[in-house]
């Protein structure tokens, strides 16, 4: 099996970020769905983060990332997939579909050295 990152883009689910109650529910859903991955043998690892952070630029650094909301890199997960294909039907069931703008899925090249 292939490793594949699916980048999550966004956070643009107000109905979501407002309510407590529908924010749990929420996390419900992403711990059956990670469960799920984990029992296939699918789940490599995932992780929030933060939206300030650093930018570098050669040796120039600044402040960022400063794009547009849709733009930022809001988490990430790792999984394991026989192909593209696969990659894809998998994701489909990522509970962050409903809370990101887009979700973009990329196979993670072996660097030999």
């Not at 979700?103 to 090249?109: A, G, H, L, P, W």
Request: charged letters at 25%.
């Amino acid at each position: 099996m292939k490793e594949y990152l699916l980048i999550f883009r966004g956070n643009s689910n107000p109905e979501l970020m407002n309510s407590p109650e529908k924010m749990q529910q929420h996390m419900g859903k992403w711990k059956v769905w990670v469960e799920e991955l984990t029992k296939a043998g699918k789940f490599v690892g995932s992780q929030p983060l933060q939206s300030t952070g650093k930018v570098m630029e050669g040796s120039n650094v600044t402040d960022g990332p400063f794009a547009e909301g849709k733009e930022i890199i809001s988490g990430y997960l790792i999984i394991k997939a026989n192909d593209y294909n696969d990659a894809v039907e998998t994701s489909k069931g990522c509970p962050a579909l409903v809370m990101v703008d887009t979700t973009e899925v990329r196979e993670i090249r072996e660097f030999a050295m």
